[in-house]
């Protein structure tokens, strides 16, 4: 129930194309949905974030998918860059009051993005 | 700039040896976390703390031990007993209550080698 599922572990695409990142989660008291990119050596960075009221949100060429009763979100990085080469981490948690917003990541993809 | 450090960058360890890992934030988070990250197995929870002098164990606490005697920092300890502690470790805060979903923010890593 904890349980997020993310897909694929890596990923290549040429410039310009579309890159999509898939995450499956359990738990339907999840309420908070965020992606997080890392370059190698460095730590995870908040790239983008959906709550389940909206279906979708988009923040430049990056926009999440948000299916609450397939119980599924993807990522969507359009127009992909060489710099956009990364691994991504889909992520989910339930808000309680006072408890923190502990995170449950998804596995991880690896996005390498070919001139 | 408010963010978080963790000191070393890199950290060698000899058999048998205990080490203790640095992380202090200036964000006024709450709550404080420690992960590990191994090739392929993203991020896995070694220890998170909600609260100043409190503490639980996550997923793999096997083998560390943490403290957080001030808001401030949230060292962590690789003890002799963890018998495979070559990883790269991450330490992340948040904020707690009403603004619990506003997502973690990470530190940029420490990686610990057995030598």
């Known amino acids: 129930q904890q349980q997020v599922k993310q897909s694929p572990q890596s990923l290549i695409v040429q410039k310009g194309g579309i890159s999509i990142i898939n995450c499956a989660y359990e738990?339907?008291?999840?309420?908070?949905f965020p992606w997080y990119q890392q370059f190698p050596g460095k730590g995870p960075a908040l790239l983008i974030a959906?709550?389940?009221?909206?279906s979708e949100k988009k923040e430049g060429r990056f926009t999440i998918s948000f299916n609450k009763s397939a119980k599924q979100f993807s990522l969507h990085i359009m127009d992909s860059q060489p710099g956009d080469s990364a691994t991504y981490f889909c992520?989910?948690?339930?808000?309680?009051?006072?408890?923190?917003?502990?995170?449950?990541f998804g596995q991880g993809t690896e996005l390498s993005v070919k001139p | 700039d408010g963010g978080i450090t963790q000191s070393p960058k890199y950290l060698f360890r000899k058999e048998g040896q205990n080490v203790t890992l640095s992380c202090e934030q200036n964000?006024?988070?709450?709550?404080m976390y420690w992960y590990r990250q191994d090739p392929g197995q993203g991020l896995r929870l070694i220890y998170y703390?909600?609260?100043?002098?409190?503490?639980q164990k996550g997923d793999i606490a096997e083998g560390y031990s943490v403290s957080r005697e001030k808001k401030e920092s949230f060292p962590l300890t690789v003890t002799s007993a963890q018998k495979n502690p070559t990883a790269f470790y991450l330490c992340a805060s948040s904020m707690t209550g009403a603004f619990a979903n506003y997502g973690y923010t990470f530190g940029s890593g420490t990686r610990l080698t057995v030598v």
């Open positions: 959906i709550r389940p009221d909206v």
């Open positions: 992520a989910a948690s339930k808000a309680i009051y006072n408890q923190g917003g502990k995170l449950i």
């Open positions: 738990n339907t008291a999840f309420d908070y």
């Open positions: 964000l006024n988070h709450d709550a």
């Open positions: 703390s909600q609260i100043v002098n409190d503490f």
